[in-house]
Each structure stands twice: as structure tokens, then as C-alpha cells.
């Protein structure tokens, strides 16, 4: 098999830790670390300082392994924006926005400069954290070249069975690199179940009884993990832009392609009503557009953006409506050959740290296939269907490679629990579209209440402009009512 590839080392450390681990909440070290808070812009990179001066940074130590608490021990980088009306206060609100390998230490204070309404800002300590692997808590690497970490976390657009085959020559170097780079021992541990109880120490240390969470995108899946794993410790739970039950597995990176088609004809709508960018006066038109410019940069890029590139950039925008105006701008310029919007393609700070987190987390979670030819057929299949950016969300990545033993099977989301998740989604989501979240909801049972917008992008809450859904995650989070069963949001006129 293709593991033979990977280091002696770690196969041996992988195996010396291949016991299932337990799920029962209560294991957990003797004592807690104290938290003690210091001001986030005392620290030179602290993140969201700009925004809200108030926001606090601490660390907590954590185990490595939850099976020997007492063990080696890692930091969790975390932050808070403390409530100003402590009468009000009901407890600890949890935030994540996203990833996996993104750094929420700083969301707090995004979520509050966002709008976030007062009354959820008095009723509780917003809490932000770096997760186990990325940021300022206990990073992972995976020794990647500056060209590797221009190509992204998506496999170039494959047009052919050869492309899947050079790509996997690419992905195995990746996962070798990762499986032999200096923070391999954190490999088997850097999971979305650890990074859950994870939130449960962070929970403890702060002294509370219970959580409350707030998290959108990959972060609906880490809040799904929390509230199966810690049921009796979960307050009130919303899950914005969902995941479906297996969270960032195979399924959810071919589910982009599909997302990319659901949203597309938003961008082609907005385009085609401004015949200033000259993409096309019909959605027809600029949906031919998309296709002409793209096998055009496939043959021969312009100005660095080739045609992986020109599909990918497009992808990233299309998560915001606000965005569009630099989609058609982007187009217009490579068409022209002319100078490139600002930031095109979007770029990351930290790029190296947030892919290595990323493939820690989603390559350990769950198996992907492991046979270049189920790749292949896959690429066929999802080409044929959403041709737009099916040829690189089905490709092969690192995750083909990973070592086939894993430290516990993934968490199975189900209906065992308290009545408190609420689930909010728009409907034309790029990044996790709305199939998913429906098999997540299914998933869930009695234990959730979905509240879905018809409005295109990616994330709902406090983004968004639908009235009706943020409404409903305000009610919840400041009452703890719930629509009384799932709700469907109509669309709003733009403000």
C-alpha cells in the first residue's frame, strides 16, 4: 500500500496510540489552569486589537492526548470580550469562524464590530481561541515550499486521468512532508474531537457549568462534535453555514463543486444588469464567460492566474455579495490583460501553518480513498456535473496519502440530547451548501431547529442581511427560544 511511503517513526508512534479513545466528557485532568487575562494589544500580534481594545488574551495548557491527561501538555491561545453589564450576563459565549487551520483568537472582536447585537454582546463573555495547531496556541507545520503553498488546499482543475496521476505524485510529497515535519507527534491528536474538549477545558478553567457556542462554516461541524461529545454541558448551540454529519470528509470537498453551482447564476444575475464590466449582457452570456476565460488561462495564465487559479479566486469571492464588485473587476482585468484588483487571488497571513492545520485536521478526521483510480472516476463524474470547479474538488490531495491508523473513528452526530442546536443556512451557500446542512439536520433529529435564508453566500449570522434569520439566533441566544419548527426565511430587498 501507499503508506509503505510514510516515515517508520511516525507508523510506530501512530500505532503506540491507535486505542480507541474515550468519549466520556468526565475524563479529564485534576485541576484546570487558572485563567488569567492580560490585554490582546499588549501583544505586538495580537489580532483584532484595532477593533475593540477591550478584547483579553490568556493561554491554557491542554493534553495532548486525552487518554493521559496528565501527560505532554500543548496551549490554547484564548481571548475575551468580557460583557460590560455583569447583572446581565448569562455565562460564556464560545465563537468559531471556521477553517479548519483558521486562528479565532481576534473573532470576538469581529463579531462585535460586525454588529453583533447588544443585547447578546451584554448577555455574555465572548470567547475566541486559536485552535489546537494553528495561530498562537501550539502550531503544526508541514515544511511546505513556497510553491506548495501558492497551489492551495484544493487540487488543480483536472481535466484528464493523467492530470489525477501527476497531482497524487504532488499529494504524497505533502503528506510525507506533514507525516515527517517537526511537529509530527501532534499528527494522530490534531482532530476536531480534540479541539472539542479542547472547548470543554476552556470551559472548565473559565468556571462555567455550561457552554454556549457560536460557530459558523467548519466550525458548525466542531460545535456538532462539542454538544455529542459534552450533551450535559451544552447551553444554547447555533451552527451557522453547515457542515453535513461527517464534517470536512471526502463528501464535503466534492460538495463544493455542487456549492459553486448554486451559487453561481447570484454572480451571473449581478453582471449581467451592469454591462459595464463587458462580461455578458444574459446570465447565459457571463456563464459562457466563466467558461472561455478559464480554458483560456489554462493555455497560457495572465499575470500569475492560471486556470485553477481564475476558478478558485472566483469560488473565494462568491462567499460574499460584497464581493462581487471585485469578481466582475477580476474577470474584466484578465480579460484585458489589464492590472489585477487588490488581493486576487485572496491571500492569508500565516499560509504554511493554516494548510498544515487544515490537513491535520480534515486528513485525521475521517478516511479518504486511497486509490488514485477512485480519484480519477470521481474527477469524471463531478466534471460531468458541475463542470465549473468539479474537476478540482473531487482531485486528489494529501489526505490519499495519510497513515491508515487513526487514534479513535470519527464522532457520530446524532439525536441523543438536549433540545439546544440551532441551525441557520442560506440557501445558496458556495462553501457548505444546503444539502449538507439538511443531512445534518436529519442527523440531529429532535435535538435541532433549522432556520434556512433564501439568500446566496456564506454565513448568516451577524452577517447577513436577512432580518428573519438573524432574529431567530438573537432570540435564541438571548431567551433560548426557537422557532417552533424549522423556518424558511423568504428573501429581503437589499438594504
Known sequence: ?????????????????????????????????????????????????????????????????????????????????????????????????????????????????????????????????????????TPVTCDLTPAQQKRGNVPPYAHTAADVTREAQNARAIAEQCATSRTAWMLPHTTTANTARDMDRIRTALGEPKLSYLGGSYGSYLGAVYTTLFPGRSDRIVLDSNLGP??????????????????????????????????????????????????????????????????????????????????????????????????????????????????????????????VREYQRNVVADRQRYPMLGGSAAGIGPCAFWPDERVEPPVRIGDRGPSSVLMVQNERDPGTPLAGARELRRAFGKRATMVTADQGGHGVYPFGPNTCANDAVTAFLTTGQRPAQDLACVAEPSK
Request: hydrophobic share 40%.
Open 246 to 371: 461527517g464534517g470536512y470528509d471526502v463528501t464535503a470537498m466534492r460538495s463544493l463543486a455542487r456549492g459553486m453551482e448554486d451559487r453561481f447564476p447570484d454572480f451571473a444575475a449581478f453582471a449581467a444588469a451592469r454591462p459595464k464590466y463587458g462580461l455578458g449582457t444574459t446570465p447565459k452570456q457571463v456563464t459562457a464567460k466563466f467558461f472561455e476565460l478559464a480554458k483560456r488561462l489554462e493555455a497560457k495564465p495572465v499575470r500569475g492566474i492560471d486556470g485553477t487559479l481564475f476558478r478558485g479566486s472566483t469560488f473565494d469571492r462568491l462567499y460574499s455579495d460584497a464581493d462581487m464588485p471585485l469578481v466582475a473587476e477580476m474577470w474584466q482585468a484578465l480579460d484585458k490583460d489589464r492590472p489585477l484588483p487588490p488581493n486576487t487571488p485572496p491571500v492569508l497571513e500565516n499560509m504554511e501553518n493554516f494548510m498544515a492545520a487544515r490537513f491535520y485536521v480534515i486528513c485525521g478526521d475521517s478516511r479518504w480513498p486511497e486509490t
Open 1 to 137: 500500500m501507499h503508506q509503505k511511503t510514510l516515515s517508520l517513526a511516525l507508523a510506530a508512534m501512530v500505532a503506540a496510540t491507535a486505542a480507541t479513545l474515550t468519549v466520556i466528557p468526565g475524563v479529564s485532568a485534576a485541576t484546570p489552569d487558572i485563567v488569567r487575562w492580560d490585554p490582546c494589544s499588549d501583544k505586538a500580534d495580537s489580532p483584532g486589537k484595532a477593533a475593540s481594545p477591550r478584547l483579553e488574551c490568556s493561554t491554557l495548557k491542554v493534553p495532548l492526548d486525552y487518554r493521559d491527561p496528565d501527560g505532554r501538555q500543548i496551549e490554547i491561545a484564548i481571548s475575551r470580550l468580557a460583557s460590560k453589564k455583569p447583572s446581565q450576563r448569562r455565562g460564556v459565549l464560545l465563537t468559531n469562524p471556521g477553517g479548519p487551520g483558521i486562528t479565532g483568537l481576534g473573532y470576538p472582536a469581529v463579531l462585535a464590530a460586525s454588529k453583533l447585537p447588544q443585547e447578546v454582546l451584554d448577555s455574555y463573555d465572548v470567547i475566541g481561541f486559536d485552535p489546537r495547531g494553528a495561530g498562537r496556541s
